[in-house]
Structures are given as structure tokens and as C-alpha cells.
């Protein structure tokens, strides 16, 4: 490997406190070259002392009681449920079932409650792998493939192996959450032309439909007597921060409890690190997690209604769990990479050890202010007074950078480059109204761009003008390239996964129908002209930068198609240009693909770099 820091860059996932709270398990993913992928060994803490168990290999489990835990592993097809003492390490056999990617999301009355993508019609039997039958909307998504007529569902499995499956046929679950009795969950039937309203179900031995909404409904928690939920009102702007509502769980009306303007989730940028769990309750009190001001911190809604903050920190937080006293969380914060901390009177305690102290290279952040608008600087200290460097751009645009370790802008300034990057408006954690672009990609957001750059060099005199590039993923991609048609100040661009034709965005993306009905405020059969307009491909006639194009072939928000054009254009007007495809990868390729692909996709950055400035 060309950057072999990429095996030191371990993650935890699945944090989860165990019933009485004494203890916490979570998955360790550690980097094997062998395997070129990541693998994974659940590791147990009582919050002193934490240490692995078990043997590699576990993709999921959840604590059955409080010295034991219940694991699964992939066989061939299906999946096999192991029970796991926490004690002495013993694993002995549970139950089998026939059933891919079977995931364990908890443990009702001593039997396994687990997901799984099903297929609900015969046309769908993947059995013969000659040809796909699409009818449906979304014909697919990104890291999942194909979707049509496929759901997520939930199923109840014995000790025996005989499985029930507990939610509606056609429904595809979204968000789980389960206490040892019952559980609640939210999803959807697809529909052809919209998506069809979420519901809110219980399972606790039968089931109950307990609330339908025509809004978005984001995230949800099992409290003692109430069913917590955020939720966005599908009219309003992308980017709108939701309210917290709440229902009783015997049923009842649904009520708004707090709408306090918070971006609830972790939208802050990392190259390392990975979701999970950040909406949870204990007894009646919810505990959320929420980004502002470029970072995200632990939130405490009481059941008297008073909102904490809980945290202080700078940095990101992308799991927690809480259970009786006991706050566990997991992110990336101050210097650490990706860790998992334990929340003891506000004090932040790392228990999980996963990275040595420099171990990971790490360069201080220096934070730039223009303006009302939030950005940074990363540089390596050097004498040179004739620095080149790189401005990178988020995607979304409904994300946000922060002072949080990133693999990819450290490499950069390793190598000699200044990083800058900036929370332009669209970003979340500054408010409703700076998140919301109101359909007008490219203007606003690319005006502050051109001036916080021209800001920036007024202030670090060591850049050289003449030797800047510009790079983003996603949106990102799309405003670096749309950029580019607006100034000829970049000597080199790089787009990841781009956007360049939003017309052909609305039928190949993901959420082809809500980029176009909510980030461009227009349809391709209406109203093309707006999405032509908005395209970068329609300026190609003023595009002269360099470009250097990366996009996983598995590509579903941004599909490769985008890719196809904006190469095509760049060659047809003679502009040096450059496609490198990766094979098996989806959206996340720089974050969450395979390690040869990662390595091979920071070369050809640091390559292309280094020819153009």
C-alpha cells in the first residue's frame, strides 16, 4: 500500500449498554490488508476496564441477559445466531435461519427480534441471476443495489429457528427501537409516484398500528410510556430542522414537545468513523444527539420538557446508548480519531483505546471566520513562503465539516498541500434559513465560496495564488466543477461521485425525486430548463480547469452516468481530463471502501496534484 496509515484506522459500530447498565459492548472493525476489508470482534467494557471476546467474524448481536450476549455471523445462505458469554468466552450454537444479511436489532421475552431484506413478489426470486424485473419506485439505492419490490422486515426468531415475521408485508422498516418487551418501529410502502405516508407500529406479542403521519419521520425511541420521534413536514425546504414529537404507546394523539431549530443527527464530515444509534430515551427522558456550529454534542430533553446540552467538547458523536445512569457514546472528538467514551459528570472518558497516541498522524485546525460564514485551515508547518493548496468542498449540501480527524485532508497536508474548508450556506447547524438553498444550487453557495477564498489568501500570503485546486464529493463534486466555469483560478479540480446533468439526476439517483422536487424546486418534465440551467454540463463551453474524475461504479446517489458526461464534455472541449472507476464501490468510496480502493483513490489525488500544482 502507497499510504499504509489507511491499517491503522480502526472504527467501533453497535455500542449498546447492557440491561442493568454495568456493562457496554461494541463492534472493533480493524483494517486487513489480507482480506482488504475490515474485521470485526465485539470488545466488552465496565467503563474501566475494556477487552475483546469472542472470536472475529460477528456482524451484529445484542445482550440476551447481562452475561450473555447473542451474535450473529454469516453462513452460506442464511445466517447462524450464536449465544456468547461475556464470562468465560464460550459461544454455543442459538438458531439458523434462511436468511441473508439477517441483522440482530435486540431480544424480546429471551427471542431474537431481527431484520432482513425479503423479496415480496416471485418475480423477484433472485434464483436466476439473468435478469432484474423493476416496477417500482426507488428501482434502487446506494450500498444496497436493486430495491424494487424488496423491504426491509421484521421478524421474531426462536430458539428452534421458526421465525414470524411481525411487520406488514409491503411495509419497509426504517427505524427500530426495542425494550425487552416490545418494539416500535416506523417505515413505508413505496409508492410509484410519491413516497406513501410513515407509520408508527408496536409489537409487544400482537400488533398495533399506532400513528400516521404524512411527514418524514427521522428518527424514533421506546420510552416508558411514550413513543418519541423526530419529524420533517414533507412541504418543507431540504435541510429544515425537525420537531420532536411524542405519542402515548397505549395510543392516542401525537404532540409536538420541543422544536428547538437543531439539525438532530451527526451531519458533521469524517472520512473515518460510522453511524449508528443517535436517538435514544431512558424511562421518559429522550437523549439525542445534534449538530451545530460544525460539531455535535449529546442532548437531554426531560420529561418536564427542559432541553441540555450534556456535552462541550468540539467534535463529532455518531453512536449513543443510554441505560439507568450510564451514557456511552462513540466519535471523533477533539484530536482522537474514532473512539468510544463513557460520560461521567460531563467528563468525556475514553474506553475503548482503539488508537495509540501517534499513532495517527495529526495536524492542528486553525478556525477562519468571513463574514457569519465558519471555516479552516490545515497545514503542515514548513518554511516554504510559496505554498499550494487545496480548498475541499462537503456533499449534501445538508452536511457540515467541524474539527474533527479526517484521513484524507491530514494525507493532504502531509504532503505539503494547505487544506481549506468551509461551511458554506446549505451546511446544517447554523439554522433553517442558511440551510436552505430554495432550489438555487450554484448561487449563492458558489458567490461565498469565491469569497471566502479571496478572504483566505489575504490571510495566509504563503498560498500561491496560481496553485490552487479545488475538490468535493458528491455536491461537493458538483459545485468544484461548476466553479470552475465561474473562475479561472484553479489550476486543478478533482470530482468525487459528481453531479454534472440534473435533468438525468431525477431518473438515476437514489433520490432522484426528492433531489428534484426539494434541492432544485423543479422536474425534468416540466420544467428541464431549470434543471439544465442548474447543470454543470451546461456550462462546459467555460470550463478550462484540469479535472481528475473518481466515482465508485456501484455509484446509486450519484450514478456513473454523471461521471460518463462531465468526462465526455471535458474531453470534447479539450480539457485535460482524467476518470478512474472503481469496481464494486458505491457513494462512500473514500470513506467506507475497500482499502485497495481507498489507497488507490488518494493516489491518483496526490498524483493528479502534483502535476497541476
Known sequence: MRFPELLALRHSSHLCISPSGNACAF???????????????????????TSPIGSPGVTSFAWMDENTLVIARPICGGTAFFSLSIVDGTERPFAHVDLTAAAIAGVINGNLLISAQCHI??????????????????????????????????????????????SPDKMDVRLISIDQ???????HTPNVLNRATDEIRCWD????????????????ALGSNVVFFSAISSDQEA????????????????????SPELAIGNYVISDVGSCGKIFTANGDTL?????????????????????????????????????????????????????????????????????????????????????????????EEAEDQSCPAVILLHDGPQQAFGEVYHFGMQLLAQSGYEVLFVNLPGSIGYGNEYATLGGHWGEKDCDVLLQFLEFVL????????????????????YLASLATSKTNCFAAAICDGTISNCISMEATSDHGLTFSAKQMKANSYTQPEKLWERSPLSRIASMKTPTLILHGEDDRSSHLSQGYMLFTALKVHNIPTRMCIFQGENHNLSSNGTLAARDRYFSEVIQWLSVYL
Open 27 to 49: 463492534l472493533v472493525h480493524t483494517p486487513s490488508q489480507a482480506e482488504n476489508n475490515y474485521v470485526s470482534q465485539i470488545f466488552i467494557s465496565d467503563y474501566s476496564r
Open 121 to 166: 413478489g416471485p418475480e423477484k426470486d433472485r434464483g436466476n441471476n439473468y435478469w432484474t424485473i423493476l416496477d417500482e419506485l426507488p428501482i434502487w439505492k446506494d450500498d444496497m443495489g436493486y430495491c424494487s419490490k424488496i423491504r426491509h422486515k421484521l421478524f421474531l426468531c426462536t430458539s428452534d429457528g421458526t421465525i414470524q415475521c411481525i
Open 181 to 187: 418487551s416490545r418494539v416500535v418501529y416506523t417505515g
Open 205 to 220: 406479542g400482537a400488533d398495533h398500528f399506532l400513528y400516521k403521519s404524512s411527514d418524514e419521520i427521522t428518527q424514533i
Open 239 to 258: 435541510g429544515t430542522a425537525p420537531v420532536i414529537e411524542q405519542l402515548p404507546v397505549a395510543g392516542g394523539p401525537a404532540q409536538i414537545i420541543c
Open 287 to 379: 437523549y439525542f444527539v445534534a449538530t451545530q456550529n460544525g460539531c455535535s454534542q449529546i442532548y437531554k430533553l426531560s420529561p418536564n420538557l427542559e432541553l441540555v446540552c450534556l456535552t462541550s467538547t468540539m467534535g463529532s458523536i455518531d453512536q449513543l446508548d443510554v441505560q439507568s445512569a450510564h451514557i456511552v457514546f462513540a466519535g471523533l472528538r477533539g484530536t482522537n480519531c474514532h473512539e468510544v467514551y463513557y460520560l461521567n459528570n460531563n467528563e468525556e472518558i475514553n474506553i475503548s483505546l482503539l488508537h495509540k497516541e501517534g499513532e495517527i498522524p495529526y495536524r492542528p485546525m486553525t478556525s477562519i471566520q468571513h463574514e457569519g460564514i465558519q471555516g479552516w485551515v490545515l497545514r
Open 458 to 477: 489575504t490571510v495566509y500570503p504563503e498560498i500561491d495564488p496560481s496553485r490552487l485546486a479545488i475538490m468535493g464529493t458528491g455536491y461537493g463534486a
